[in-house]
Nanobody
Framework: QVQLVESGGGLVQAGGSLRLSCAASGGTFSSYTMGWFRQAPGKEREFVAAITWSDRRTYYADSVKGRFTISRDIAKYTVRLQMNSLKPEDTAVYFC???????????WGQGTQVTVSS
C-alpha cells in the first residue's frame, strides 16, 4: 500500500521560504506522477505542482510559477517542494499525492500546515 508522509510545514513571514518533503513508500513509483496540492480555509483543494517520477517533467499552477520548485530524489523516495517568495495567500494545508496514468490521484498524505504572515 502506497504511503505518503509530508513534513516541513511551519510559520514564515511573507517573502520567506520553506521546503516541504514527501516521503513515499509501498510502491515502485517509476511510473508515478507525484503532486502537491493545497487547501486554504473555506476554499477547495487546488493543484500546486507535479512531477513525473521517471523523467522529471514538471507542471505548476500559474499562481506559483517562478516561486515554487518541485523535485524528486530517487534514492530517498522523496518529493520536495521548495517554496520561495511566500505570500500570505499561500497559507494552506499542503498535501502530497501520487497517481499512475492521468486519472485522479488515489494516494494522499495527511497534509502539513503552511502559514505565511504578513
Amino acid at each position: 500500500q502506497v504511503q505518503l508522509v509530508e513534513s516541513g510545514g511551519g510559520l514564515v513571514q511573507a517573502g520567506g521560504s520553506l521546503r516541504l518533503s514527501c516521503a513515499a513508500s509501498g510502491g515502485t513509483f517509476s511510473s508515478y506522477t507525484m503532486g502537491w496540492f493545497r487547501q486554504a480555509p473555506g476554499k477547495e483543494r487546488e493543484f500546486v505542482a507535479a512531477i513525473t517520477w521517471s523523467d522529471r517533467r514538471t507542471y505548476y499552477a500559474d499562481s506559483v510559477k517562478g516561486r515554487f520548485t518541485i523535485s524528486r530524489d530517487i534514492a530517498k523516495y522523496t518529493v520536495r517542494l521548495q517554496m520561495n517568495s511566500l505570500k500570505p495567500e499561500d497559507t494552506a494545508v499542503y498535501f502530497c499525492a501520487a497517481r499512475t496514468g492521468t486519472n485522479e490521484y488515489p494516494y494522499w498524505g495527511q497534509g502539513t500546515q503552511v502559514t505565511v504572515s504578513s
